[in-house]
Nanobody, 114 residues
């Protein structure tokens, strides 16, 4: 069965960095694109970043130049390096895999506040 487990969230000040991880299991990880989404309080879940099986990446405009998505196929893990964090980045961050169906992790809270 597909399982996605996010970690790495926390409380940071504006301008600081965090690295999120998503450990995946239950499907052929290296063959599938992986995505990060986020959901802020009172808002809809929104796309953040994607990495294809080949390693190509795509970002939401709001995070371009600050966030970097990467993957380690040997560890079945996808990462989101978040630099220059802003208060508006505060949200629950979710890992997503589309393997026959959409799968989501439980999310990890990121709070950016002074």
């Amino acid at each position: 069965q597909v399982r996605l487990v996010e970690s790495g969230g926390g409380l940071v000040q504006p301008g600081e960095s965090l690295r999120l991880s998503c450990a995946a299991s239950g499907f052929p990880f290296s063959r599938y694109a992986m995505r990060w989404y986020r959901q802020a309080p009172g808002k809809e879940r929104e796309f953040v970043a994607l990495i294809s099986a080949a390693g190509n990446t795509n970002y939401a405009e709001s995070v371009k130049g600050r966030f970097t998505i990467s993957r380690d196929n040997a560890k079945n893990t996808v990462y989101l390096q978040m630099n220059s964090l802003k208060p508006e980045d505060t949200a629950v961050y979710y890992c997503n895999a589309n393997y026959q169906s959409d799968y989501w992790g439980q999310g990890t809270q990121v709070t950016v506040s002074s």
